[in-house]
């Protein structure tokens, strides 16, 4: 085998504090082999004993070929011809380079002749199959549930959707449409799932969950029985001038309780913690925790204060004379603003 000048010159990097100084899968003569010789990072000092690879955590789960997260690590499905999302074998997809156009100045059909144009072909869907890639628009209305589901989420549990989210997807269609689901998880994704942990391990004090959980959070339907969404009665498609309703059951919302509630768990670790710990933002949308009214069959929901649980129209309390508040009767003979005067 004939080797070419530039295979012969490169530098030979050996790791001395291994036993036999085994030779590293790097050419660059300024690496560091009390790190990672991938990234070599700051704070990536390798343990001792070195791994095999001589990688850190983070670099040894990915893909040695483009640098994409993978679960394991190893080559990513991109890598191995296999689509992304469902695992299928890819099409043979051009070169890059073959579906790179020209543009002459003078063929330009603009004002600027004085540049030659360049078009490259687009090719970040190229990691999917024709199917998925047509996914929002195709007939299996499964695959266009799932098609909805965020990359950031789908990258968290490794690429692979569970059988539990399949049968969940399924049930749903029986009940509601597409775009209906797929409303769901935008709506529920970008309204607090977007900025928070995706997987949490569970100790002496909260319980943890996976990734795999919080798809199905996304897709679970709303414990209530008056069959809202999220505390909302929303408006039919074929009447967009509506709006959308808070419904009655669930006071909009306010008494319906996350999954396993893990979603506040998260958010009850931030407001618990002492007010010389909150940031600025932290302390402004801090809202001390109230007692809400108990009356008209837990439906009435006005903030109360300690004693009462109980609001005054609840408590049918008389009114004053100037007919604006009402008055405790045991303690007063008048709202507190007509007894101070």
Known sequence: MLLSPYTTNRAIICCEQCPGQPILPTHREDTDTRRCIRCQGEHRVLPQPHPEDHLCKVCSRECPTCQAPTPKGGRCRACQGLCRTCSAPLPKRPDPAEKVTHVAPEDRKDRHRKWKRTYYARSWDWDQCEDCQEAETAANPVRAVLAALPDKLIRACGGNISPDVIEMVQSELQWHTVRWLAARIERRWWGGWAGRPLQRKADEKQEGYRADDVVLWLLTPTQCSGRCEDGWRLA????????????????????????????????????????????????VAYRPPTAECTGKGGTCGVPVAAPYTQCPACLDWPWCECRRRRYDPDQAIACPACSTR
Not at 252 to 262: I, M, N
Request: charged share 40%.
């Open 236 to 283: 039919p498609p074929e009447r967009p001038d509506q709006d959308d309703q808070p419904c009655t059951v669930c006071r909009g919302g306010r008494l319906l309780t996350t999954p396993r509630e893990a979603a506040d768990d998260w958010e009850e670790e931030k407001a618990s913690s002492p007010a010389v710990e909150r940031t600025v933002a932290e302390a």
